[in-house]
């Protein structure tokens, strides 16, 4: 039995608080990163004149669009192709980037936000209200802002299918598009995670108040 008078050992070494801060370090750079992706995708089309890439529904699977001005890519059995921003409508083109640059900018919220957490942790204090909040931005981020990208860029590659499919002359492309559940699901396990967060820091609380 321990004696009172004795100090616990501590819950984190140094080596364990190393590595915390060298993957908190990581995470923040990754941030950064993504930061400067999401810049770039949002001006790269209009500024370097970058093609735009649009995923596509094809009705038979493969379909020849190397006739269409404004494409660079012809679509040989794959569902993606590339058109460039200043041949196609204004509207769906900055549908299609601001989805892109977003998608760039939701990780770069939850890689910092991993990395805040990873060193509230460090510091010994890992369940924490602000953990909680942080839970919740990152979640919503993920769910909201994943909800925003499938309906936006959705819309945005519907018309660029419409498009191509009028300089076709024939009904190529399905003028639709699906919707990948994913991003939003893990929105919300991560607000699920942030809530038990909230329980732990809670129950930590409850338990100083009985020493």
Do not use: C, K
């Amino acid at each position: 039995m321990r004696d009172a008078r004795t100090p616990a050992p501590p819950a984190l070494t140094g080596s364990d608080r190393i590595a915390l801060w060298a993957v908190a370090g990581i995470s923040f750079v990754v941030a950064a990163a993504w930061v400067v992706v999401a810049i770039t995708r949002a001006v790269a089309p209009y500024v370097f004149s970058q093609p735009v890439g649009a995923e596509l529904l094809p009705l038979d699977g493969r379909t020849d669009t190397r006739s269409v001005d404004g494409v660079t890519n012809s679509l040989a059995g794959a569902e993606t192709v590339s058109v460039s921003a200043d041949a196609f409508s204004a509207g769906p083109i900055a549908q299609i980037v601001a989805t892109s640059a977003l998608e760039a900018l939701i990780i770069s919220v939850v890689a910092a936000i991993l990395g805040i957490t990873i060193v509230r942790i460090g510091q010994g204090r890992p369940f924490q209200r602000l953990l909680y909040r942080l839970g919740i931005t990152a979640g919503g981020a993920m769910a909201i802002g994943g909800l925003i990208v499938e309906l936006l860029g959705g819309g945005g590659r519907m018309a660029i299918a419409s498009e191509i499919n009028a300089r076709l002359g024939d009904e190529r492309f399905i003028t639709g598009f699906t919707i990948d559940p994913a991003l939003i699901a893990m929105g919300f396990a991560v607000i699920a995670l942030a809530t038990v967060f909230l329980l732990g820091e809670r129950l930590q609380r409850d338990t100083e108040g009985l020493v």
